[in-house]
C-alpha cells in the first residue's frame, strides 16, 4: 500500500511539474521567494534559517541572473522571468542580518510582519518547542505527554530524537487549540528544566526596529496576522480581526497604508475562501500563500504561490531555481 501510495505521490509530483512548466513557457513566470531568518545559529530543527553566506550568495545569483521585482508591483507586462524576494514573520534578524545584504546587492524585498508579536516579547511556540529541545545535553532519557487524548512517550536522549520528537510535536501543535499548545508547551518546559538556550536566540522585531527597517527604500512591510493563527480553524469574525487588526496596527505603527497580507502557515489548508475574500474587503491588494508554483497573469491575486528556500549553498539554490525552467 506504501508502495503503491509512494508511486502515486511521485506521479502527482511530476504532473504538476510539466504543467507548472508548460504555464512557465506560455507566460513568464513570477517566482516569489519566502524567506523567514538569515542567521547564523546552529539549532534549525523547523527548517526556517539560512547563513548569511548562503542568503548573500543567493541574493548575488538572483540579482546578476533575473529581473528582480517587488511583491506589490503589477507583473502583467513583464517579458522576462522575475524573482520577488519575501521575508514573513518579523524576527529582528531581519534588520540585523538580512537588511545589510539587501541594501549591500541592492535587492527589494517585502516583509510580512505578525503584528500581535511587536514589543510584546511573545516567543512564537514553535521557537520555544524547538530551544527547550536543543540544548547540549543533560535531558532525561523519555518525555511523556500527559493528555487523554494525545498522551504519548518519545525516547529523548540523543539529539537525533530530540528532532524527531519536535517534528511530532511541531504536527500535534498545527492540529492543537491555543489552550492544548500552552499546556503542552507547560510540559515540555517543565520536563527540559532550564537546559535550554536564551530567548533572545529567536527574538522578534521591536516598534523601534521596524520603524527602522521599514524606512529603507528597499524595504515594503506588509501584514501577517495578529497572532499567527491557522486562519481556516477560526470563525469569521476571528478571521476578521487577525486580518483587519493587524493592518491597522501597521498602519498605525509606520503611518502608511498596509496593503499586502501573508496567510500564516499559508498552505492549503491554512486558509480559506472566507480569508482571501476579508483580505479583498480589508483593502489589501494581493495576498501571499505558501504552496509552491509561480504567479502568472492568470493567477488569483489572493492566492499568490511562493518557493520556501532553505539553507543551501549556492549550486543547490541554482539548481531549484532553474528547473523551473528547463
Ligand atoms: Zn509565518
Redesign the pocket.
Known sequence: MTGALGHARLLCSRLRNIKSLICNIIDCPVVVLCY?RVTSRLSDMNSVVVSPDNFRAQMDYVKRNFRIVRFEENWEQLDTPAVVVTF??GYADNLTEALPILKEMGVPATF?I?AGNIDARNEFWWDALERMLSGLGGYPARFSLQDSRHGREWPTLTAEDRVAMFRDMHSLFMSGTKEQRVEWLRQVVGWAGGNCPEAHINRLLTGDELRTLADNAEVTIGA?SVT?PRLSTLPEEEQRQEIVGSKTELEKLLGREITLF?Y???KRADFDTTSARICNEAGYLKAAAAFQGEAHRWTDPYQIPRHFVYNWDLDRFIFKLKRLWV
Open positions: 523567514h514573513d514573520d510580512f505578525t501577517h499567527h501573508a500564516p502557515f499559508g
